[in-house]
């Protein structure tokens, strides 16, 4: 275990390979254990597909939430090197490790307001229940509280995703093939028919906004023009 300093910013960083879990604060490594990661008697990490990322609560715990700001979420599909996690806690700018192909999710929470912050990779809105607009360590972060209001949507979105709420993703990768990658576009086999026609709308990458079209043909991407 390892508790985090307060007053003033701190980074916190932790990595999984798979064997090993690490925690870092500061750029330091603070804490280590031996965990499986394959659901086998002992193992304490499971896949959560269609399970719902929250920051700043546990799912599982409602009531077990922070006090305190967040900025510069991120989420990597690979674990990082002692060395990169001390070269972004040192970094002037949160430019270091944005490029990295291996980033999966990016809240960089710059909005300062309204009641969506955007994944700078995928370019999708991320709900903000609970948090209030602050200044950041870079830009604009959030401020939360232990929230009665935070615990209760996560009470309906345990009872949601028990009944498929996982739905939308499926929608998204598997029919329309929507699987954006370090803050582009794509299509998992366009040329493939879905069997299905239609349009899904509402997308949105690095400010642009985009259809996908599935027809007898196939997956088509299109950019939606301002009005």
């Known amino acids: 275990t390892a508790t985090v300093p307060t007053g ?112 700078a990779v995928t370019g999708l809105e991320e709900s903000v229940i609970a948090g209030t607009w602050v200044p950041g360590h870079f830009g604009g972060a959030l401020s939360f509280t232990p929230s009665g209001t935070l615990t209760s949507r996560i009470s309906r979105q345990q009872e949601n995703e028990a009944n498929g709420a996982s739905f939308a993703a499926t929608v998204l990768t598997d029919v329309f093939g929507y699987a954006p990658r370090c803050g582009r576009p794509t299509l998992r086999d366009p040329g493939t028919p879905r069997g299905i026609s239609g349009s899904l709308h509402g997308l949105t990458c690095r400010g642009r906004r985009y259809v996908v079209t599935s027809g007898p043909g196939g997956l088509r991407l299109a950019t939606v023009q301002p009005e």
């Open 8 to 119: 003033g910013w701190h980074h916190v960083a932790g990595t999984f390979d798979g064997q090993q879990l690490i925690v870092y604060i500061d750029g330091n490594q603070v804490a280590s254990a031996a965990v499986k990661g394959d659901g086998e008697a002992g193992g304490a990490i499971d896949p959560a597909t269609g399970t719902n990322l929250l920051v700043a609560a546990d799912s599982f715990y409602p009531n077990d939430q922070v006090s305190g700001a967040v900025d510069e979420v991120r989420v990597y599909q690979r674990a990082l090197s002692a060395a990169e996690i001390a070269a972004q806690y040192a970094a002037a700018s949160p430019v270091v490790g944005a490029d990295d192909p291996d980033l999966v999710l990016r809240l960089a929470m710059d909005e300062g307001h309204g009641q969506f912050t955007v994944d």
